[in-house]
């Protein structure tokens, strides 16, 4: 799997270059869901819980970032960290609130969170523009003589952004952290009397998850050069559920191959564009009754049956 | 003034009511959160308007019909997609009923088009007392909410189906060890959850316009409704939709607007920091 | 006589108008084996359940050694040393059985969180210090052979020596076990509670819940009767024998023994 992996980032890294600027576009257009996918799949797969609200932060960062570059000046690189820090800061009282309810509760109070954000930005005009939205977006500034104005540029960006998430997110399922947050969506009175702190290992868990979705929101506005609010809408949030659901829950290459089923198939075999959503729910459904693993777990399974050496490998996941 | 509001705020509570009936009475009794509750309220508009043209009927007429037909297409709903994964975890649950939102929506706007088509009612003209105005429309959805409800609970508690639903609702386990089929049961809650979001599409559709989004804005009041009113619970969501109603209303017209729903949204935030299991569920452990 | 370990004061837990557990109080003497029985319905898993703080009673106190448990989360409770397993037994189904034992230990450990997220020196130490223990509790509870067996897939008996291994691995000075006997057939009882005295024997003091009454009157150092939520009865094992309430509590009910 590590090899694998390996040899996926060095063909990522060394193709582009020869590709036509369309693919390149595709490219970043999948790996930027992907990154979206892995802040979804770590609530889904590592609390347990879904986020219909996760476009929320996606809208935060991106917002947060562009207008402190459009109004008061700052530079990409230097509005990053603000707004970063905003979301995760958000997350975690959002997260205090709304992560000591369960099941069905935390997914429509999250999808009550989404709406709020989107209705303020919608709303608040003079600081948004509304819904005709924030324009023109410009790439970001160049860093350390590397130049991010170019398609081929704005890739390289976007998937060391992707990597950076996920090494992150590998670590921490890795960290005892990590192992707290399984424990607890195993069994969450259980966890609480072998001594760990239930609500604040999901709390940090919505955090990391709300940094990578905050990473990924920093780059949507020079990726589009435009933010609206019609983009974050609840459909958003569901189409990383989707992803992360068809990849296969609880595991982190999931959401990835996730994006590039739902997002790079689609678009580079121009699939017909009116039957996307139809596509995106209908496999869902069938994916939730009959491969509950997705494609992950097919693989998998598909991997033991060769040799049963890989047994251990699955206990941390569901 | 404050009159006008206060009615507007009552009338609008009992459609958003209406709207959260069937989503509350299918969570109490088989603990699904249908999230394609809105685009069953949507396609409900779209089957009254077939059955209407296609036969030529009166809207009042046609209706009974159509909440027959959606009815059907609910426990076909549960039997194929809800019921393979309703032993396994709340999650998959949450996940299909999502997936469905996505295919009955774009199933809408590929069948019907995203025009918003007018659908009559039959009844013009408006009710006068004093200073308040209330359009006889308006006035027949506050009917049909209450003759709705009324129904709904001698259903419950007069005839066997509905007191079988309330024992299911109450311990599955232990209405399954004194023989009762709860898969019937539960088919029998999504047959009656269905019609319900018919008359409750259907009356918005005539109220406002049937078009294939018009099932997202009733969803999300009808979330902060039985949250706020209690999941699960039917006079939770009755007195719910009034709150949100009159909430709405009033901060919308003598505070701002465009950020109505905001208010909304923190009430149902407070509710549930306050009384996670809203103002009239029952706790549970 | 020493000071008690834990003292239960006055306590009461009411559901709507039924009293589960009413005016109930009682002290564990440290390092004994306690038991509480009574007959179904007595309120004996509630009164266990308000001690371990997964209920709040309605009114009352538990106190450990002086210091206040009532009110405390579940994991204040375990950093206290109160560690506790439940009736039809919780693990952490998806992991193996070392991985649930190691999840308990470091849950434990004082560790950083940045120390931990970037594994530093601390948080190395701090996952061979986990080895070692699991290590320790794999042999405490007899399952060194099932280490790498996923939870979910072992016997009942061997899932509930898994539920007091998680809870050792609190390192407990108090362990409060809800029915460790139900389940097993007559050997695994014995081995089951030959366990419980060797817990005991290690220092650790132990509270528990049981229907099977000769495994009780066999390993219980100390009594407490409940009926109908109130105690009755409170005493060594040969006086709770031949105590005319208890016997009247048990011959009252029809189905119970």
Not at chain 3, 89 to 112: D, E, S
Not at chain 3, 194 to 199: A, G, N
Not at chain 3, 236 to 248: F, G, H, N, Q
């Amino acid at each position: 799997m590590r090899t694998l992996g390996v040899l996926l980032a060095i063909l990522l890294i060394a193709v582009p270059p020869f590709m036509a600027e369309y693919h390149v576009y595709l490219l970043s257009l999948t790996l930027l869901w992907g990154i979206f996918a892995l802040s979804m799949g770590l609530v889904l797969g590592f609390i347990g819980e879904i986020n219909f609200g996760q476009a929320a932060f996606v809208a935060i960062a991106a917002y947060a970032s562009s207008l402190l570059r459009l109004k008061l000046g700052f530079s990409f690189w230097s509005a990053a960290p603000v707004a970063l820090a905003l979301v995760v800061g958000l997350a975690a009282l959002v997260g205090l609130i709304t992560l000591r309810l369960r099941g069905p509760f935390f997914a429509l109070v999250t999808l009550g969170f989404g709406e709020i954000v989107r209705l303020i930005i919608t709303n608040w005009q003079d600081l948004t523009n509304g819904p005709l939205g924030l324009r023109p977006i410009a790439p970001p500034e160049s860093l350390f003589g590397l130049r991010f104005d170019s398609k081929l540029g704005f890739y390289y960006l976007v998937f060391a952004t992707l990597c950076v998430s996920l090494a992150a997110l590998a670590r921490l399922i890795r960290a005892r952290t990590g192992r707290m947050m399984i424990a607890v969506r195993e069994d969450e009175v259980l966890a609480g009397f072998v001594g760990i702190p239930v609500l604040r290992h999901k709390v940090i868990g919505l955090c990391f998850s709300a940094l990578v979705a905050g990473l990924g929101g920093l780059l949507i506005g020079p990726f589009l050069t435009l933010l609206a609010p019609g983009q974050f809408d609840l459909f958003a949030s569901v189409d990383m559920v989707v992803m992360v659901v068809v990849g296969g829950v609880g595991t982190l290459a999931g959401p990835l191959i996730g994006a590039v089923f739902l997002v790079f198939m689609p678009e580079a075999l121009s699939f017909a564009r009116e039957l996307r959503p139809v596509m995106m729910g209908g496999l869902l459904i069938i994916v939730t009754i009959f491969l509950p693993g997705g494609v992950i777990g097919l693989l998998r399974h598909g991997l033991t049956r060769l040799s049963s050496a890989g047994r251990g490998r699955l206990a941390v996941l569901r | 003034m404050l009159a006008q509001q206060l009615t507007n705020g009552l009338v609008l509570g009992s459609i958003y009511a209406l709207a959260s009936l069937g989503f509350t009475l299918i969570y109490g009794a088989a603990r699904v959160v249908n999230f394609a509750y809105g685009e069953m309220l949507m396609l409900g508009a779209f089957v009254t308007l077939m059955v209407m043209n296609g036969l030529g009927l009166e809207f009042f007429l046609a209706l009974p019909l159509a909440m027959a037909v959606m009815a059907a297409a609910s426990v076909a709903i549960y039997l194929v997609i809800v019921r393979p994964v309703i032993r396994r975890t709340e999650l998959q649950v949450l996940l299909v009923t999502t997936g469905l939102l996505y295919v009955l929506h774009d199933m809408a706007v590929t069948i019907w088009g995203t025009d918003p088509r007018q659908m009559d009612m039959g009844l013009d003209g408006v009710l006068e007392i004093g200073d308040v105005i209330v359009p006889y429309q308006r006035l027949v959805v506050v009917v049909t909410m209450l003759a709705l409800v009324g129904g709904l609970y001698f259903m419950l508690y007069h005839l066997r189906v509905g007191k079988a639903l309330r024992a299911v609702a109450q311990n599955r386990f232990g209405a399954q060890a004194i023989g009762l089929n709860v898969d019937r049961v539960v088919s029998f809650a999504f047959a009656v959850s269905g019609a319900l979001a018919c008359a409750a599409g259907a009356l918005l559709g005539a109220l406002y316009a049937v078009d294939p989004g018009m099932g997202s804005a009733p969803m999300l009041k009808s979330f902060v409704i039985v949250i706020f009113g209690g999941l699960g619970s039917v006079p939770g969501a009755i007195v719910g939709g009034l709150v949100i109603g009159l909430t709405e209303t009033l901060t919308g017209s003598y505070i701002s607007y465009g950020f109505k729903d905001v208010f909304t949204f923190l009430l149902m935030i407070g509710m549930l920091l306050l009384r996670p299991q809203g103002l009239l569920g029952a706790r549970r452990s | 006589m020493s000071a008690p370990l834990l003292t239960v004061e006055n306590l009461s837990r009411h559901f709507g108008g039924v009293r589960a557990v009413n005016d109930v109080s009682f002290a564990v003497e440290a390092g004994a084996i306690t038991g509480l029985i009574g007959p179904n319905g007595a309120g004996k898993t509630t009164t266990f359940n308000l001690i371990s703080g997964l209920l709040p009673p309605t009114s009352g106190t538990v106190r450990l050694d002086g210091g206040m448990l009532t009110g405390l989360r579940p994991d204040r409770v375990a950093a206290q040393g109160v560690a506790r397993t439940f009736q039809g037994i919780r693990i952490f189904p998806a992991l193996t059985v070392a991985q649930n034992l190691r999840t308990a230990v470091l849950a434990g450990m004082r560790l950083g969180f940045w120390e931990d997220l970037l594994n530093l020196p601390a948080a190395q130490r701090a996952e061979a210090a986990a080895t070692r223990a699991v290590t320790v509790l794999l042999c405490d509870i007899g399952l060194e052979d099932r280490a790498d067996d996923i939870a979910n897939s072992l016997s009942y008996a061997h899932q509930s020596l898994l539920g007091i291994g998680l809870a050792l691995a609190v390192r407990p000075r108090l362990l409060l076990l809800d029915e460790p006997f139900a389940g097993m057939n007559p050997s695994e009882t014995q081995q089951a509670a030959r366990m419980v005295t060797r817990i005991r024997d290690s220092g650790i003091t132990v509270v528990l819940v049981e229907h099977d009454m000769p495994a009780v009157m066999g390993v219980c150092d100390h009594i407490v009767v409940l009926d109908q939520g109130s105690k009755i009865a409170d005493g060594t094992p040969a006086e709770i024998r031949s105590d005319r309430r208890v016997i009247e509590a048990y011959l009252g009910t029809d189905d119970d023994a």
